[in-house]
């Protein structure tokens, strides 16, 4: 009997251990994580706070998480009268979606092509494709070719240079060739034909991939400047709402090493200031992409784990 109470005893002890472990540890993971979610947090509710603020009270500084007098004056400045971020954010919207929709079509196509067992040149395709992602031809000699195709100073160069990425396919194709075969064979014993199975059957099971697949391809658009810059440099009505924020944050900033606060006149300072434009115009291109991100959350544990497992 006392064997049996000193082994009872050692159990409890045990277990007592074992909580004060898990305790000690769920107290630290938690602390990191809310360290870890204000470091990271912090510079965008700065900004907000900023955005926010009237410009002559935000030369003094000081502002961290709240702004100290609330204005709407630094966002009327950069929505209403700055007609090149209109028409900027016109082109980066159009972008976005054409371009989402178009490159996820033609990635998903060629992956499913790549996909397929019967397809007998599947190795080099795939070889060459992946040989495109280490090797290319240089900046130069693909504005030669844009030009030559008459791309450049055009709403296309956005678009159809991009429809195509080596990474996305090989992604797609990783997770199309982890569906079963045999969904694929009865659909053809009733009758139907390769596009019939991709668009009935592929389609609707890779919904993780492509959900994936198009935040990341939707956020590149959106982020995208240097092309703009590259092609359309001098055509303004094919400018993006990236290269406007680029080109206002140094006017901006050419403005701030100019023109300290205490030169500033009355009725400048009591109205905008540089670092509240550029807060304004940060928090502006940022928010949309941003309110993406919720509704597509649920598939990102599936596609940031695609390829993780191979056979």
């Not at 100290?68 to 209403?80: A, D, G, V």
């Not at 030559?148 to 991009?162: E, K, Q």
């Not at 701030?256 to 928090?283: D, F, L, Q, Y």
């Amino acid at each position: 009997m006392a064997d049996i109470q000193q082994v009872s005893f050692e159990r409890i002890k045990h277990k007592k251990k074992m909580a004060t472990e898990d305790l000690i540890f769920t107290i630290l993971n938690t602390t990191f994580l809310v360290l870890f979610a204000v470091v990271t947090l912090y510079p965008v509710i700065n900004t907000l706070a900023y955005s926010f603020n009237e410009g002559n009270d935000a030369v003094r500084g000081g502002i961290y998480f709240l702004p100290r007098k609330w204005s709407w004056r630094n966002y009327e400045e950069i929505l209403f009268e700055r007609p090149g971020i209109r028409v900027g954010a016109k082109i980066t919207v159009l972008r976005t979606i054409i371009g989402t929709l178009t490159s996820l079509a033609a990635n998903a196509l060629l992956s499913y092509i790549l996909s397929r067992k019967k397809f007998l040149f599947k190795s080099g395709v795939s070889l060459f494709w992946i040989i495109t992602m280490y090797a290319s031809g240089g900046m130069i000699p693909v504005l030669i070719l844009f030009r030559y195709l008459h791309l450049t100073s055009s709403f296309w160069v956005y678009v159809i240079p991009g429809m195509v990425s080596a990474f996305n396919v090989m992604v797609m194709r990783t997770y199309m060739l982890g569906i079963p075969d045999s969904l694929e064979e009865a659909a053809q014993l009733e009758g139907a034909g390769y596009m019939r199975v991709f668009v009935s059957i592929i389609t609707p099971l890779c919904k993780p991939v492509y959900a994936t697949i198009a935040l990341f391809v939707a956020v590149y658009h959106w982020n995208s400047w240097f092309d703009a810059m590259l092609y359309n440099r001098f055509d303004p009505q094919y400018t993006t709402l990236q290269y406007e924020l680029m080109k206002l944050l140094d006017s901006v900033s050419a403005t701030t090493g100019a023109t300290s606060g205490a030169a500033m006149t009355a009725a400048t300072a009591n109205t905008i200031t540089p670092i509240t434009v550029r807060a304004a115009a940060s928090i502006a291109t940022m928010a949309p992409i941003i309110a993406l991100y919720p509704f597509l959350q649920r598939y990102f544990v599936t596609g940031l784990t695609i390829g993780g497992v191979k056979e």
